[in-house]
Structures are given as structure tokens and as C-alpha cells.
């Protein structure tokens, strides 16, 4: 059975303030600026999204046409995202331009230099893509769900109309952009062909601060008390579904590392529990997943899917069934031995390459999770029984506190 490497093989190197990921494999480098500065900090909807997504539109010495051709010219890629408390800018650029590139992302740093022109441009275009959202079941089932389990009021369940975007201003942006992008709210994380005199560089251009003593913590949820929520989209051709809860513990608990054994039993493989009954029996779905996603102060389990119209209560019912099912039933030893194996080869998979670990690093960092889980993960990987499991499952997947969020005809 294939086993979880240890920790300290997957920790960064700390270098002057910088965490990084070294290879000697590759002439690229992946240069994450991870600022603490998400959605959960601004004061009018969208304006972190907005900071994030500016922020390397264009520089003082640069509008965004000469911008995007010095990026272009060297096959520099850029990405943004933003997140209920982080917001990341991410460079991907050959280690031969990075004393071309690190100069700008200074520029950058300086202060937002976009045009009012490039900011309705990305008005336009924001305005479309939730135009868009509006019309895709799982889109919205997501934030029903969200909405149903955390509250209106709560950053996870709060979300932007197109209202919200008209009364944005650029002048919004900016004031984000000088209160949160500071260098004591600053993270940098470099992989790839990293090298002392790049280190040095990236010392000089980006000025990193010691890190914040203390981040911020989701606030307790304020449930909307509603456990099923329809939202009816016309003409759509699949209902989306979301079923699922907050767990009652953090990622340090063991008990959530099982959990997580037990929801990749559930439908976390090609094989599982759900896509077995749902996909392969039923014909409800072309898939159906289980996953687990943390945040910080927060873990919440979903099961999610998109089913054929008018089979949206069926597939909700077999959903249930399959979890009392792990609530009665031991899963047998042979099923167990596989869904670890599975469990550990996807480990795996994720830190195959120096990109992956520093993507795991930042997601981490994120959320403030540390190697302690995967010394959890290692541990329930040769302890966990069918027993105990199915101890899990009687505890936590209980039909009853569930919410269910669908979304469709």
C-alpha cells in the first residue's frame, strides 16, 4: 500500500523571510505574493477581488498595452485570487527574466497605476461572468448552500450582485489596495530555479516584513435555519445539487482525518460509494463527488452533482441512503485497503513536483492549516478500521443535519 511521505519532506526552505521551493529541474520559477487581504476585509462587495485582479494590470512607468506586451514579449504569466482572507498574485516567468520582472512587480507594489478605462473594462467583463454564474445551477447551488450554512451576514455567505458592482469605484480599489497590500500583511513564496542571487533580488525589489502575529479567524456561523433550499433556473437541463454540513471540529482533530478516509470512501474516487449507486446503477449523473474544504475556523463537507431534471429528489434520497448505509454497515476490508491506497496515491499525486508543493504550501498558508495534518493523514492511513469508520459515519453523516441545496428545474 502506498504510504504518505513525511512531513519534512514536504516543508519549504525559510531564506531571508522568503519560504521557498528549490529545483534543479527547471529554468522556470512560480513567485506567489500571498497578502492577507480577502473578502472578509473590505467594506463595499468586490473591491478585494477587484485589488487582486488589478493589481498587475498596470505600472507608474507602464499603462497596461505596454504592460501586457513586456509580459507578453517574455512569456511571463500572471494570476490572481481571492479568498475570504487571502488574496494571492502569482508570477510564472523563466529564471533569465527575473531581473527584468522583479523591478516591475516593485512598480506594481508602489501603488495601483490603472486606468479609469481599465477599470471599466474589468467592470464589463465581472459584470458578465456574474450574468453569467446566474444561470448555472451549480453556480448557484453553491452559494444557496453557503448562504443556508453560515448566513447572509457572514463572509462565507455573503455574496456580490450586479448592484454591488455598479457602485464600485476605481478610488475603492485603490484605498483597499494602500490598506491591505502592505509588507507586514505580505507573504512570498518562490519555486522552481531558485538560486541565492534570485533570492537576493527578490530581497531588494519586495520588501518583506516580519509576518502578522495573530490572523484573523472566520466568525461563528449564523444559521439561516433553512435545511432545503430550491433556487428554479429556467430551461436548465441538469439540477445542481449540494448536500452537506459544517463538521464540529478543526483540521487538527484526528477525527477529521478519518473523516476524510470516509468521505473519499464516500465519493471521493472513480469507484466510490455515490458514483457507484448514483452514475453506474442509477444513470442520475456523469459524476458525484464528496470533498471536505477548510477554512479558517471553519470545515465544511459537501456532496455535489449534477443530475438529470425531475431527478433531483431521487438522487437527494439515494445521497441519504448511501450514508446510512456507512452508518450501519462496516466497510468491508478489502474496499478499505483500496480507498487507502486511492487516498494515498492522490496524496502523492499532489506534491509530485515542486509546483504542486508550493501550491499545497500557499493553500495551507492560507488557512492556516499546518504539517500536523499530514502527520494525521499518515496515521489514520495504517490505524483506521472498518469499525471505527463506521463510527465516524454514525456520528457525523446523519440525514437529519444535513442541508441540501439544489438549484435547476
Not at 526552505?13 to 500571498?34: A, I, Q
Not at 477587484?50 to 494590470?57: L, R
Not at 487516498?343 to 500536523?372: P, Q
Request: overall charge negative; glycine content about 6%.
Amino acid at each position: 500500500m502506498l504510504t504518505i511521505p513525511e512531513t519534512n519532506l514536504l516543508r519549504p526552505r525559510l531564506v531571508n523571510g522568503v519560504y521557498t521551493f528549490p529545483s534543479d529541474n527547471t529554468e522556470l520559477v512560480k513567485m506567489d505574493l500571498l497578502y492577507e487581504a480577502g473578502s472578509a476585509y473590505q467594506t463595499k462587495k468586490l473591491c478585494a477581488t477587484a485589488a487582486a485582479q488589478m493589481f498587475s494590470v498596470a505600472t507608474s512607468a507602464m499603462d497596461s498595452a505596454a504592460l501586457s506586451e513586456f509580459m507578453d514579449f517574455r512569456g511571463i504569466l500572471t494570476e490572481s485570487d481571492c479568498q475570504v482572507y487571502q488574496a494571492t498574485v502569482t508570477f510564472y516567468f523563466l529564471r533569465r527574466y527575473a531581473d527584468d520582472l522583479l523591478p516591475v512587480v516593485a512598480d506594481m507594489l508602489r501603488g495601483m497605476a490603472f486606468s479609469k478605462a481599465d477599470f471599466d473594462v474589468w467592470k464589463k467583463r465581472r459584470r458578465q461572468e456574474m450574468l453569467s454564474a446566474l444561470q448555472k445551477p451549480d453556480a448557484v447551488a453553491r452559494r444557496e448552500y453557503y448562504r443556508a450554512l453560515f448566513g447572509a451576514g457572514h463572509p462565507l455567505g455573503r455574496y456580490a450582485t450586479v448592484d454591488d458592482l455598479d457602485i464600485l469605484s476605481d478610488d475603492d480599489v485603490r484605498r483597499f489596495f494602500d490598506d491591505y497590500y502592505r509588507s507586514d500583511r505580505l507573504t512570498v513564496v518562490v519555486a522552481g530555479a531558485v538560486d541565492t542571487m534570485l533570492l537576493e533580488s527578490v530581497g531588494k525589489y519586495i520588501a518583506i516584513a516580519a509576518p502578522l502575529a495573530k490572523r484573523d479567524l472566520l466568525p461563528s456561523a449564523t444559521r439561516t435555519g433553512e435545511d432545503t433550499v430550491h433556487v428554479h433556473i429556467p430551461n436548465a437541463t441538469q439540477t445542481a445539487i449540494r448536500v452537506g454540513r459544517l463538521l464540529p471540529f478543526g483540521w487538527e482533530s484526528d477525527e477529521y482525518a478519518r473523516f476524510v478516509l470516509l468521505t473519499t470512501i464516500l465519493g471521493g474516487y472513480f469507484g466510490s460509494r455515490l458514483m457507484s449507486s448514483l452514475r453506474e446503477d442509477k444513470g442520475y449523473t456523469y459524476g458525484i463527488y464528496a470533498r471536505t474544504q477548510i477554512y479558517r475556523g471553519a470545515i465544511v463537507f459537501y456532496v455535489t452533482a449534477n443530475v438529470a431534471s425531475g431527478r433531483s429528489a431521487d438522487a437527494v434520497g439515494d445521497i441519504m441512503l448511501e450514508f446510512e448505509k456507512l452508518s450501519r454497515q462496516a466497510v468491508p476490508d478489502e474496499e478499505l485497503r483500496l480507498v487507502k491506497t486511492v487516498f494515498a496515491g492522490d496524496f502523492m499525486r499532489s506534491v509530485d513536483g515542486i509546483f504542486e508543493r508550493s501550491a499545497r504550501f500557499c493553500d495551507m498558508y492560507a488557512t492556516g492549516v499546518t504539517e500536523l495534518l499530514t502527520d494525521n493523514l499518515r496515521d489514520v492511513m495504517s490505524s483506521a478500521t472498518a469499525e471505527s469508520i463506521q463510527k465516524t459515519a454514525e456520528s457525523l453523516l446523519a440525514p437529519s443535519e444535513m442541508t441540501v441545496s439544489t438549484a435547476g428545474i
